[in-house]
């Protein structure tokens, strides 16, 4: 399953140095990174975010995949996602979106592709999430996708200045049982 991954409705693909605008739009704005490691971001933030993303994205072997969430029927870009290196075969899943796209169950059908090309193309035995306790949608998000709650992580992320909880949830290959596409489009990828 190589980049971009293709879902029914959006196309997940590497960012571009022309992304900054409607990068810069979700990734400034407070309620979007409210439960987020990053921002409110600044122009330069942002910057620094495409240049670090472009290097990774070109790294021999690659261990992120940092990506843009794009949507397939108008073109626009609207949030970001991605799997993170962590060590031998597991990865940290991520994703934020402008808020004028919540609630339209993207976040799920970016969490389904991440897991299908995680466990298949990359071979992970692991991928966890780190989510703010208050970040109620993102924790239904997760679990309908078989990962467990595996931990209350207390002040573990110095964000904004001070010291933030995280609830950590992981889904192991073998809680996928047979792995089967889910919500990819056959013979797009």
Excluded at 134 to 147: T, W
């Amino acid at each position: 399953m190589p980049i971009p991954l293709l879902t029914p409705r959006l196309e997940l693909r590497d960012f571009r140095p022309d992304d900054f605008a409607a990068v810069h739009a979700y990734g400034s704005d407070p309620k979007v990174t409210l439960y987020t490691a990053f921002g409110p971001n600044t122009e330069e933030q942002t910057r620094a975010f495409l240049d670090r993303v472009a290097e990774e994205s070109a790294a021999e072997p690659r261990e992120h995949h940092n990506l843009a969430v794009v949507d397939r029927e108008s073109g626009a870009l609207f949030g970001g996602c991605g799997l993170i290196g962590r060590g031998e075969r597991t990865h940290e899943i991520g994703y934020v979106l402008h808020r004028d796209w919540w609630g339209r169950g993207f976040a799920t059908e970016i969490v389904r592709a991440l897991l299908d090309f995680g466990f298949g193309e990359l071979a992970a035995h692991r991928i966890y999430a780190r989510v703010a306790p208050e970040n109620e949608a993102s924790s239904r998000v997760l679990l309908k996708h078989g990962f467990r709650l595996e931990g209350h992580l207390r002040k573990e992320c110095f964000v904004r200045g001070e010291w933030q909880d995280s609830l950590l949830y992981a889904i192991l290959e073998e809680d996928r049982g047979e792995l089967q596409p889910r919500g990819l489009t056959p013979g797009l990828l």
